[in-house]
């Protein structure tokens, strides 16, 4: 375990402590970033995590905007936009 990237989150049901590992103490944190997104606790998390993948979306569409303006067929188009630029938006995957 990597004491320095781990983070905990509690909910409001949990009264928050301090957790110590081999003498690093455990930072607490509202919100992290695991595996591409945004993790907090309670409904607010949907609007920043959107928030935050609508842009990173954008920008893969815009990495690959040559592709999409070169002469290759649509059909073409539409696959590297569902395997490069939809799993962006949807996951939260970078590329």
Known sequence: MNADKTKLVFNEYVIPKSITVDNVSIEVV???NYLGQIIKLGRKNFDK?????IPLGCAAFGKLRQDFDSPIPQCLKTKVDNECVLPVTTYGAEM
């Open 49 to 53: 995590e959107a928030d935050r993948r």
């Open 30 to 32: 509202q919100e992290c």
